[in-house]
C-alpha cells in the first residue's frame, strides 16, 4: 500500500512540476484547457488516495473485530496498521488541500492571462502564469515531503 501510495504522490508532483513547459504552452483558450486537464488529474490522483485510505480503514476495522488475543506481535501491527491509514488520511487531507490551492491558481491566473492577452502581451501573460504555477508546486512538492519519506525505511 505505501508502493502505491508513493507512486500516486509522485505522479501528481510530476504533472505539477514537468508537465507544464512555458515554453511549449501559449496563454489562449488552450491554456484553459491545459489548465482544466491538469486539474482533472489531480483530482483523480486525491479520489484514488482517498479509495486506498477507505480501503486502508475498513481493513483496520476488519483486522480489529477479527483480533482476539493481544500479544505483543498484534499490538506491534496494530500500531503500524494505525499509522499506516493514518498516513494514509494525511496525504489524502493534503492533497485535497492542494486542489483548493490550484483552484484558487487557475481563477487568478485566467484573470490574470485575460488581462496581459487585452495588452497584446501574450509572452508576458505566459511567464507570469508558469511561474505562478511552478511556486505552487514547489509548495505541494514541500508539503509532501514528509509522506515520501515516511512510508519506506
Not at 491554456?31 to 484514488?48: I, K, P, S
Not at 492542494?98 to 492571462?113: I, N, T, Y
Amino acid at each position: 500500500m505505501n508502493a502505491e501510495r508513493a507512486k500516486l504522490v509522485k505522479e501528481v508532483k510530476e504533472a505539477l512540476l514537468q508537465k507544464y513547459d512555458v515554453y511549449t504552452v501559449s496563454c489562449s483558450r488552450d491554456m484553459a484547457h491545459h489548465f482544466g486537464r491538469w486539474l482533472g488529474e489531480l483530482r483523480d490522483a486525491v479520489e484514488q488516495l482517498d479509495a486506498e485510505a477507505k480501503t486502508a480503514d475498513d481493513a483496520f476495522g476488519d483486522y480489529i473485530h477479527k483480533c482476539m488475543d493481544c500479544t505483543d506481535k498484534s499490538i506491534k501491527r496494530d500500531k503500524q496498521l494505525i499509522a499506516e491509514r493514518d498516513g494514509l488520511r494525511e496525504t489524502v487531507e493534503k492533497m485535497r488541500e492542494a486542489l483548493v490551492e490550484v483552484r484558487k491558481f487557475l481563477g487568478h491566473a485566467q484573470d490574470a492571462c485575460a488581462n496581459h492577452v487585452a495588452r497584446g502581451n501574450h509572452d508576458l501573460a505566459a511567464m507570469a502564469v508558469f511561474s505562478k504555477a511552478y511556486d505552487y508546486a514547489a509548495k505541494v512538492d514541500a508539503a509532501l515531503k514528509p509522506v515520501d519519506g515516511g512510508g519506506e525505511t
